[in-house]
């Protein structure tokens, strides 16, 4: 497989200086609390390739999941029962060599996105967004057009604001910023980046705090943004966390549960408190893991945030240079669950499959739960550019409905019940637990 410039970073990370990082754990007498159960899963049309993101619509009706490296394209799927997640539709890519890393509902019913990213030699003509209409105007459920494609960049996320008709997406540069107020004509395009510029991986609005957070994986600047968006058209820089200058991972400091600071993967916020949890993601060697930052909870703010936590994985380990391990046991994408007292994270983490994290106290996130998303392996065409299910992407949380739906880029789609009742434990959950001032 021919890879792009962006993966390559993906694999191999980034190097910083090394730092000091505090890793005395914060131990609480409140038992660890977070269950997984499985509702439905469902292989789809399991496309060569396999599958990417997903998302959840507001009413959690149907979800949608994206494709990678083959001809899948994009995928609505029924989960109204969700113990039989059935498909829509399937509207295929129209080139093998446009990537689909990321699918996101617009607010508007009717309306999604599709990010484009060339896999080929030449991946200028490829780039952009697709905006696909099922139902909005001239698209049904089941035969879905193409309204529209948003000249941006090389795409691989893409996020939506839910209040306005403002797109976010990734650059090379920044956070593009599109005005999706016309569907089949969107304008804009403007780029904010923080200074130095960097290379913006991932983003999610954040409608409680007008925050646009903001995974930053190198060409300038590794690290978490995040963006004032009180006037959505028009996000400027509110604070930052570098990586330079703090310890890379490294077998050391996974086997003694310390925290690196390498490739900026995903960023995302806990709903009811002023915390953010920012994932990094590395191919092979010592995998990434997850940072808690505390941007109001306690001594930090927006403009000053402060590293409090940390966890790796439930199994974490060593992942050889090759294939069949690459990504195995970094972490990926996630989003907190708030249930009274109990916070929980929730994360598609690859090998792992979905995994549910404690993150009650901050300072102590600590592995509780997880379901190898492998069901149905033997009969899984997938990805051929990983190993063997679970590969699981991500994992969204719908309110609405109390369900998280999971992509595993092998086996298809998965619907779960996530509950703060007490632990089983996920694999070596206490391993790899700290907390610390980023120092």
């Not at 200086?17 to 890793?23: F, K, N, P």
């Not at 909005?136 to 057009?145: K, R």
Request: hydrophobic share 30%; charged share 25%.
């Amino acid at each position: 497989m021919e890879l792009t410039r962006r993966t390559l970073l993906k694999i191999t990370g980034s190097t910083v200086a090394i730092g000091s990082i505090g890793t005395a754990a914060a131990r609480g007498s409140k038992p660890k609390r977070g269950r997984i159960k499985k509702l439905g899963h469902s292989l789809l049309s399991d496309p060569a390739g396999g599958y990417s993101e997903e998302d959840v619509r507001s009413d959690g009706q149907y979800a949608l999941l994206g494709s990678y490296t083959g001809p899948g394209g994009s995928f609505l799927v029924d989960i109204e029962n969700p113990t039989d997640p059935t498909e829509v539709h399937e509207f295929p890519t129209p080139s093998d060599a446009v990537w689909h890393g990321d699918v996101q509902f617009d607010r508007r019913d009717g309306l999604y996105y599709r990010s484009r990213e060339g896999g080929g030699g030449d991946s200028a003509a490829p780039n952009g967004v697709d905006v696909i209409d099922y139902g909005y105007s001239d698209g049904t459920l089941e035969d879905p057009v193409k309204a529209s494609r948003i000249p941006a960049g090389g795409t691989h996320n893409l996020e939506p604001h839910p209040g306005g008709d403002v797109l976010y997406t990734t650059e090379h540069n920044g956070v593009g910023v599109w005005d999706t107020s016309d569907p089949t004509d969107v304008t804009g395009g403007d780029v904010v980046s923080p200074d130095p510029a960097g290379d913006c991986h991932d983003i999610v609005v954040d409608t409680e705090r007008d925050l646009l957070h903001c995974a930053f994986i190198g060409g300038g600047f590794d690290g978490y943004v995040a963006m004032d968006i009180s006037d959505p058209l028009s996000p400027t820089v509110a604070g930052k966390f570098s990586y330079e200058e703090l310890p890379d991972y490294s077998e050391d400091r996974l086997d003694a549960g310390k925290p690196g600071f390498s490739s900026c993967h995903y960023a995302s916020h806990d709903p009811d408190r002023d915390l953010v949890v920012v994932g990094d993601e590395i191919g092979y060697g010592a995998p990434g893991g997850k940072h808690i930052f505390d941007i109001g909870w306690g001594d930090g703010s927006v403009a000053d945030p402060k590293h409090i936590g940390f966890t790796y994985s439930p199994n974490a380990e060593l992942m050889d240079e090759g294939l069949t391990e690459v990504f195995d046991w970094t972490t990926h994408n996630h989003q907190v669950i708030s249930k009274g007292s109990n916070s929980m994270l929730v994360s598609g983490d690859y090998h792992e499959g979905t995994v549910v994290y404690d993150i009650s106290d901050p300072t102590d996130p600590t592995p509780t739960d997880q379901y190898r998303t492998d069901d149905m392996a033997d009969q899984a065409d997938g990805a051929g550019f990983v190993g063997e299910p679970p590969m699981a992407w991500g994992a969204n949380y719908n309110e609405e409905r109390d369900l998280v739906v999971t992509s595993d880029m092998q086996t298809g789609i998965y619907v779960f019940k996530v509950t703060p009742a007490a632990a089983k434990g996920g694999g070596n959950g206490n391993r790899g637990n700290s907390n610390g001032n980023g120092r």
